[in-house]
């Protein structure tokens, strides 16, 4: 993505992320982290939730943001949900044939 210009609220904040591999849907883009070193200031990283995401492993941007998932776990507050409250839901197992 060298060269290309971002405006952050514009073409980051609130994105969907999606891991470029799988086609999953991963969460939302909730912050970036900047390099106010670098001249001009570049993105570093994105922020999910808790997960910092390296700029080298975002491959694109667009409606969406591609990602290369690595050993990144973005899912865990999802799969906490589905865990501890979800799967406590009466009915909420799958059906019997």
Do not use: F, N, Y
């Not at 390099?35 to 995401?53: F, K, T």
């Amino acid at each position: 993505m060298a060269g290309k210009v971002l405006h952050a609220q514009l073409h980051l904040l609130d994105r969907q992320l999606i891991d470029q591999a799988s086609g999953e849907l991963l969460g939302k883009v909730d912050d970036v982290e900047l390099d106010l070193a670098a001249d001009p200031p570049v993105v570093s990283a994105l922020i999910a939730g808790r997960e910092r995401i390296p700029a080298v492993q975002v491959m694109e941007v667009d409606t969406a943001v591609k990602i290369v998932r690595g050993d990144l776990d973005l899912t865990r507050g999802d799969d906490w949900v589905e865990r501890h409250i979800i799967d406590k839901i009466p009915g909420a197992g799958h059906a019997p044939e």
